[in-house]
């Protein structure tokens, strides 16, 4: 079973910054990737950030790319994204996930319980 908790969301103007933070436990070294999904109300869900940690591999959704980072401490078995630049459409609930893949896009196998990002205009 793998565990993943979320923090870091909040409240924040727009072109301001969060940093999220999900913290993994569990058998995780059965999954190759993490990442953050989020989803605004009346939506779907939607990825936003993944990454391999075992390679390094990174991926970005068009709308956050070149705002947001990923990184990881393997030591701790954290995942971060630092969102920088938010704007009003980055509002959501934001989900820190747990998966298997081949590279690019991470298929979600386990979900956190969500942090809320609101950001003001």
């Known amino acids: 079973q793998v565990r993943l908790e979320e923090s870091g969301g909040g409240s924040v103007q727009a072109g301001g910054s969060l940093r999220l933070v999900c913290k993994a436990s569990?058998?995780?070294?059965?999954?190759?990737?993490m990442g953050w999904f989020r989803q605004k109300s009346g939506t779907e869900r939607e990825e936003v950030a993944s990454?391999?940690?075992?390679?390094?591999?990174?991926y970005y959704d068009h709308s956050v790319e070149g705002r947001f980072t990923i990184s990881e401490d393997n030591a701790k078995n954290m995942v971060y994204l630092q969102m920088n630049s938010l704007k009003p459409e980055d509002a959501a609930m934001y989900y820190c996930?747990?998966?298997?893949?081949?590279?690019?896009?991470?298929?979600?196998?386990?979900w956190g319980q969500g942090t809320q990002v609101t950001v003001s205009s």
């Open positions: 996930v747990t998966g298997q893949g081949l590279g690019g896009r991470c298929p979600a196998r386990f």
């Open positions: 990454l391999y940690p075992d390679t390094s591999t990174r």
């Open positions: 569990g058998n995780t070294a059965r999954y190759s990737c």
